[in-house]
């Protein structure tokens, strides 16, 4: 055996684990609730930064929608819109995870990119973001739900600065 096929060997092995096991998790799957969910929310939005301390915006409200790929992970997107003296808006990408799940409460944990748009008197300036977020969602039927949640999200150009802002919302969503 040539030095060359050495490396591939564990490549190899890994490649055969995944094949073998893909089965066994497709059938455990079948029964995990999978579909979209809708919901508005709305609440408060502080922007905290190392040199001028915590300021309160009035207002923040958007809506997200998402699509559950099992039963603990699901993927959304959310369009939330924060007022004040300047407006803000923030565009985002998640990946959800729920840590608890009772008969009609979860708790979950979310993190992902986005892009944050603060529109100003001359024109509006763009930046990349980072977010994580704790909440829960509180079933109200089977299709209704409760969602608090707190979200913290981080300027990728100014990590090191310690500013980040943070929204406060509560939600009232839709499962399909």
């Known amino acids: 055996m040539s030095r060359?096929?050495?490396?591939?060997?564990p490549t190899l092995i890994l490649l055969a684990c995944a094949l073998l096991a893909l089965p066994a998790a497709a059938a455990a799957q079948e029964d995990?609730?999978?579909?979209?969910?809708?919901?508005?929310?709305?609440?408060?939005?502080?922007?905290?930064?190392?040199?001028?301390?915590?300021?309160?915006?009035?207002?923040?409200?958007?809506?997200?929608?998402?699509?559950?790929?099992?039963?603990?992970?699901?993927?959304?997107?959310?369009?939330?819109?924060?007022?004040?003296?300047r407006v803000t808006w923030n565009g985002e990408v998640s990946a959800k995870a729920y840590l608890v799940q009772a008969d009609r409460f979860k708790l979950f944990a979310l993190a992902g990119?986005?892009?944050?748009?603060?529109?100003?008197?001359?024109?509006?300036?763009?930046?990349?973001?980072?977010?994580a977020a704790i909440g829960a969602e509180i079933a109200l039927s089977p299709r209704f739900y409760l969602r608090p949640e707190v979200r913290s999200r981080w300027p990728v150009d100014h990590l090191n600065?310690?500013?980040?802002?943070?929204?406060?919302?509560?939600?009232?969503g839709w499962r399909f």
């Open 4 to 9: 060359r096929a050495v490396p591939f060997r």
């Open 113 to 131: 990119p986005g892009i944050h748009r603060e529109d100003l008197s001359g024109g509006s300036a763009d930046s990349k973001t980072v977010h």
């Open 161 to 172: 600065e310690r500013n980040r802002s943070e929204d406060y919302t509560v939600g009232f």
């Open 32 to 85: 995990e609730p999978r579909g979209l969910s809708f919901d508005l929310f709305g609440g408060a939005s502080a922007i905290y930064s190392s040199s001028s301390g915590l300021s309160l915006h009035t207002e923040s409200v958007g809506a997200r929608g998402g699509f559950s790929l099992t039963r603990v992970w699901t993927v959304e997107a959310a369009l939330s819109r924060s007022g004040g003296d």
